[in-house]
């Protein structure tokens, strides 16, 4: 295994792009960052993406977060980003952009790797549940340390009101919730979805924790919670970590293509 692998974090608002140590779980030099054309064509996410990537390191893997299910490599759905790229391949026109192997993984589960590997819910067994709270309400769920992919609890139902819809960030902002009236409705989405997984602990990631990183004491639910360490890093770390999963499949892709 290589020790090192860029992470690539697609969000609505930027492209971030980094180096990853991936026995430290840390970045390698700079972090870069460019505006997301999460809104436009497939072709222009591609350059965007290109320019994002660290220059050098081209024997170097890459992985790559994007908003929505990703299976296989292909995005299935797109609730805050173009409708354009439902059904879109992404990560083989990725690989084919930047010359390299390229691993495509759901933003919230590259996150939920980054805290299970380095951060948060490290060497945490049983139940763990990563939301990452952003535009949307990502989720990654763990058993025993493995990842159940593409689990999207954001989009629960809870009398009638998706869970993105009443407390992602950009709900707080659109309700214009104050924090006691924000930190209400996330308890609630919390328990709700306590109630249906049972988690041994919850972490919470997104822009949101790094401003309050005190908001804990402020949430109720019965699950212990924690914040998550890795904070604006996650999605590079664990689009790079996941690299290290995609190995097997690129060993039979090889093989199967006669190399
Ligand atoms: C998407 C998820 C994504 C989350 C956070 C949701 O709307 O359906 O796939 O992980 O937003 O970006």
Known sequence: MHRQAIGIDIGGSSIKAAIVDLTRGALVGERKSVPSPAMSAVSEMMDAMATAVPEGATNLAAGVTFPG???????????????????????????????????????????????????????????????????????????????????????????????????????????????????????????????????????????????????????VCRAPLKLGALRADAGIVGAAFATTLAQGVWIQQAKAAGN
């Not at 049972?198 to 402020?218: A, K």
């Open 69 to 219: 299910v990703v299976v296989g490599g292909t995005v299935y759905t797109a609730a805050n980003v173009a409708k354009a790229w439902i059904g879109q391949p992404l990560a083989e026109p990725a690989a084919a952009k930047l010359k390299r192997k390229v691993v495509a993984i759901n933003d919230a589960d590259a996150a939920g790797l980054a805290e299970v590997h380095f951060g948060a819910a490290r060497d945490v067994a049983g139940v763990v549940l990563v939301l990452a709270l952003g535009t949307g309400i990502g989720s990654a769920l763990f058993v025993d340390g493995k990842l159940v992919p593409n689990t999207e609890l954001g989009h629960l139902e809870f009398d009638g009101m998706e869970a993105e819809a009443r407390a992602s960030g950009r709900a707080r902002m659109e309700r214009k919730l104050d924090w006691g009236g924000y930190m209400k409705e996330l308890s609630y989405v919390l328990q709700r979805t306590h109630a249906l997984f049972w988690p041994d602990l919850i972490v919470l990631c997104g822009g949101i924790t790094g401003d309050h990183p005190n908001m804990v004491e402020d949430l």
